[in-house]
Structure formats: C-alpha cells, structure tokens
C-alpha cells in the first residue's frame, strides 16, 4: 500500500523533447508538492498545489508547468528539455491542517537529459 | 531568503562512535523536522520539533530545538551501519506557507 508513488522511476532522454512524470497520494493529503534534488543532494521546493490550487510557485522557467486534475494526483510537465534540467525529481503531499506541513515523499524520478 | 546550514556535510564513522549533526539559521522558524534519505529513496519524516529548548529522543536518535528556534542538533549515540543516509533538516516558517530544507549531512557508519 503505496503513499506517495511517482512515475516513471527513471527518465533518459535528449534535449529539446517534452516529457511528464506522474504523482499520486493515498493518505488524503490536501496540498502536493513537486521538489528537485541536484547532483549536490540540495532539495528546492518548485510548486505546491492546495486541493487543487496552486500556492507556490517559486522561480522556476515556464517550461516546467504542473496540473493537479484532483487533491490525490499532481503531475509535473516539461518543454523543451535542457540539460540542466537533469536531477531527481521528488513529489510530497502534506495536511495543511498540521502544525508544521510534515512532508511524504514519494521515491523520486531520476531525470537525465543528453 | 531563509537559508539552513548544516555540519558536517560529511561524516564517516565507526560502528558504536557517537556524533552531532548540526542545523543552523539566521532565521527563526516556526519548527523544525528532521529527514532521512536511503540512495534512490524519497526523505523519510523522523521527528519535528516545535517549542524552543524542546529534546525528543527517537531510540538512539537524540533532537534538540534550540532555544531561539533558529538552529538544531541530532546526536546519534552508538551509530550502526542501518544509520547511514543523508540527514536533512527543514525548517518551517508559518508566513511563507513552506519547509526550507537544509544542506543536507551526508553520513557513512562503517562496520
């Protein structure tokens, strides 16, 4: 039984192609986010979505677009790939409600652009 | 921008050797979460501290929040191979709505 799982697990492919990657939550969470983790193991929060509703959006290019089609499912988007966009893409859901936003991660996507 | 610092970034021990991980800020945070992270594995929530000056013990796992809220310890007594991984701490700040995490202590418990 599965929390947070994300597909696929692994993502090769060549600059310039568009690729998703898949999110989804069991625990009846409310707020979803998308993390990437570079070379260096830094974690760097990109959206978080609250029942649907985007609530953060840090600097990220506008190549990267996500959509939560309901509060269990977020899906991340990206044009026109780079190769800096090469890292390990990780999706977490949280309870609003809680004292601290306590994240579950789910196992992260591995992204390399060649 | 509210940033964590940690220290060591690397540490590589002996099986049965004590250590201390330390999480500093300049920012005050609301409270204070501690993750661990196995290779090819999601971080996994350990414990989240709230009040300044609060201890909670997790077995071998001891975390400290400090009194000012701006910076953390985990002390790992008795350390074992299983508790190798990387250790994030992430501090939560109530007025931007989001955990900061740190830079993350990479640690190896060699048998």
């Known amino acids: 039984d599965t929390a947070v799982s994300q597909t696929p697990k692994y993502l090769v492919t060549q600059m310039g192609n568009d690729k998703s990657i898949k999110c989804e939550q069991n625990?009846?969470?409310?707020?979803m986010y998308w993390y990437k983790q570079d070379s260096k193991k830094f974690l760097k929060i990109m959206f978080s979505?609250?029942?649907?509703?985007?609530?953060i959006n840090e600097t990220v290019p506008n190549r990267f677009s996500p959509k939560s089609p309901d509060k269990a499912h977020l899906n991340l988007h990206i044009n026109s790939l780079e190769l800096g966009d090469s890292a390990v893409y990780f999706c977490?859901?949280?309870?609003?409600?809680?004292?601290?936003?306590?994240?579950?991660f789910g196992p992260g996507t591995r992204l390399t652009v060649t | 921008t509210q940033l964590l610092e940690q220290s060591p970034q690397f540490l590589s021990i002996q099986e049965g050797e004590n250590l201390t991980v330390y999480c500093n800020s300049s920012?005050?945070?609301?409270?204070l979460q501690w993750y661990r992270q196995e290779p090819g594995e999601g971080p996994v929530l350990l414990v989240t501290?709230?009040?300044?000056?609060e201890v909670k013990k997790l077995k071998r796992l001891t975390f400290q929040f400090g009194d000012a809220r701006k910076d953390s310890s985990l002390h790992i007594t008795a350390a074992q191979p299983g508790d190798t991984g990387l250790y994030l701490c992430?501090?939560?700040?109530?007025?931007?709505?989001?955990?900061?995490f740190g830079s993350g202590t990479q640690l190896t418990v060699l048998p």
């Open positions: 977490a859901s949280s309870l609003l409600a809680t004292v601290a936003y306590e994240q579950y």
């Open positions: 625990l009846g969470h409310d707020t």
């Open positions: 979505y609250n029942n649907k509703e985007l609530i």
């Open positions: 920012s005050v945070f609301s409270s």
């Open positions: 501290v709230v009040t300044g000056g």
């Open positions: 992430a501090g939560f700040s109530g007025s931007a709505r989001q955990l900061t």
